[in-house]
Structure formats: C-alpha cells, structure tokens
C-alpha cells in the first residue's frame, strides 16, 4: 500500500517525470498531469494527499487555480513549485491556501521532508474530522453504533433533515435499524417533546388497519362501543412511522395519501373532519419503485412518501461495526442476566467478521444473547456460536449437550393429529440462505 497519494501538476514533463521517479522510489502512488485543466480533471477522478502545482501553468494561474481547488478540497495539502522564492511568495502561496511551497532548482532531501509532512498533515486533518462526526453521533444518537463512514454519512444526513416537516422514506434490509433511524429523526427533530408513534403495518389485520389509524365513532361497527381516537390523532404534533409501509392495502393508501396531501381525514363512521399536524416517516424492506411497476403501489403515494430518501446500509457492508455492536450488546446482556462482563476469543470474533450477517443487527444481537445466556466462562469461545456463524463446529455448546443414554431415556411428545402442509412466508427478497435452504 503506498504511503499517499500525490498529484503532480506541472507543465514540464521533464519535471514530472523526475518528481514521479523520486516520489514513486519512496512508496508514493503518483500521477501527474501537464496543464490545470487536465489536473482538475484527475482531482475529479478519485482524491489525493497531496497537490505539488506548479504557479507557471500554460492555461491558468497557479494561484487562481489553487483557490479553486481549495473550495473544492478544503483538506487537501498544496505545495506550490515556483521558479521564484521571495517573501511576496509565500504570503501569496500561504493566502491562496497552500501549505508550503519548493523553488526550482531543489534539494531532494528537503522536497521529501515537505512531501512527507504535508501527507501527514492531511492524514491528521481527515482524522480529526472523522473524531469529529464520530462524536457528534455518539452524543446525539447514543442508540445507533457505528463509526464506519457510511453510517456517519447517514447520521450526517438525518441531522440535516430532522428539523424539516419534509416525509421521509427509509429503505433497507429487515434488522439494518430502520426503526431506529426514524427514532433520530424524531429525537433530533423541533418535534421531539411530542409522540412518536410507530405503526407496523405488516402485523395489523387490513380490516383492523383503517380503525388504528384513523379511530372510529360510537356504532361505526359491531364492536365499536364507544369513540376511538386514532394513531393519527395521538401522533398530532409529533411523528408518526410506518413500518413495512409496502403492506398495506389499496384502500388504505388511497386515504393515506389524502392525509399526507390535506392534513386531515376522518374516522370511521365519522362525517367530521378532523386536521393534524404530523410528521410521516415511512420505511420498507422492498424496494417501493418496483412495487409502483408492478402496480401493488400507488406511484402518487410512492412520491409523496419519497421527498426525502435515507437508505440503511446492510452490516455486510459496514463490518467495521461488528466489533463496536458486539461490545455494545455483551454488555446490554450480561448485565441484564447478571452475569460478568463477557468478550469474545480471537477465533470466535474472526468467525463473527468474516460472516455476512444476512439478518444484520438483528440477528447478530441474537447471536450476542444467545452466546451470553448460554456461557459457563469468561471468554465466548466459536462452540457458543450458530452453526451458520462461518465454519463454526455444529457440536451443541456444553450447557445443551444430553449424552446418548440420556437422549434414549428422554421424553418425547407425540403428535397424534393429522399432519397438514405449510409454506414458509415469502419475504421476497430480503429470504435469507436459511429460508432457501429449508424452501
């Protein structure tokens, strides 16, 4: 791996060619380019440690052009290569936001000496942004654990959306934390000392659904022996969520989207209509967009939902959070079983990151409690894990294992009733490799 990326912007390519052998022969990766718009071009391909400009480019001023760069990359060190090293130099080079600067003719040793610096100095820059977000996440969202830049990327962005009335639509695998994220956006939200109501509408019968949501009057059905106010109702002035938003009925949409266009409904068997002031986040696990193809989804509601779209990442792609989850749930579950802080040993943790978590967070909390109910010893060692934790043995761990004579004598129920079939739920695509394998 080289020790930083350097980019060589100089309209002499016998100067290039010089300074990329020297800086490539010190571990460098280097690139080059010979007039400034090509080294924006490069600057726009990928990022770099550090910017070595020549201020003499045939097309543009080196110091127009570093200002430019600068608004671009705040954070990227600059060395300006000039013919000419006065003090007007460095205070226009130090100005226009460069780091240093080298006079032609130079002394290797002394270019190196910068090189080196200036690519640390960036280092510590984008570390000490990084401590930054990471900070600010851990005191603004104590619940949510992650420091891998795609999470903190997402934090970013709930922090910038919380405090807009805009809907919102969150995506992502079952157990990325969905419900979770909405939670910050209501915490961190001007609605915050108000409700927040969530609504799993895969788990509420349809004919049931329309009463939760929207209450009913006095008589409105059979067994509706007195006026019930809503969820709506109950979430006015604050949240409401929608979990497996992608469930609920035709009918129900349709009346949902009138909330989300009027603000108001009303309840069932009701002739008055009732406003309020709630912020509606959605979330799904499918993808909506292919529903609204297929004609399960109202395409009018999908764009009302998706002002603003936030999409959760799987753990399989943020694995630099396993081990900070792991500790976060070893101590939730030691602690509630009254039990010493446990850890994992090292072969049981390479198990536990090599594993792609098709459950993510959820499932790999299950693991952590299971691991800890069942653990007789300080350290969690790979017998405690599922056996579809990577190559983890399928011996049961001590606490389950019965011996042969034991398992003879042992007591079975027996089922004498008729045997019917079943199918297991189509979770489309989010059916991980242990319902297919059992499909």
Known sequence: MPKGSILVVDDESEIREGLELLLTSEGYGVSSAGTAESGLAKLEERPFDLLLLDVSLPDRN????L???HRRDPHLSVVLITAYGSIDMARAAFKSGAMDYITKPWSNDELLAQVAQAVESRRLREENVQLKRALKQRFSFPSIIGKSEKMLTLLDLVTQVAPSRSTILISGESGTGKELIAKAIHSASTRADKAFVPVNTGSIPVDLLES?????????FTSAVASKKGLFEVADQGTIFFDEIATISPETQAKLLRVIQEREFMRLGGTEQIKVD???VAASNVELLTLVREGRFREDLYHRLNVIHLTLPPLRDRREDVPSLLAHFLIRYCQENNKPLRNFTPA??????????????RELENVVERAVVLSTQERVDVDLLPPQQGNCPRRPPAALRVSAAAARGAWLPVWRGPLKPFA?????????????RYA
Request: aromatic share 6%; hydrophobic share 35%.
């Open 62 to 65: 080196g110091l127009d052009l």
């Open 67 to 69: 200002k430019e760069i």
């Open 212 to 220: 939760q949501l929207f209450g009913h009057v006095k008589g409105a």
């Open 278 to 280: 709630v912020r509606i």
């Open 348 to 361: 049981a943790l390479k198990l536990l990151m090599d594993y792609d978590w098709p459950g993510n967070v």
């Open 424 to 436: 297991l739920p189509d979770h489309g695509r989010n059916r991980t490799p242990h319902h297919r």
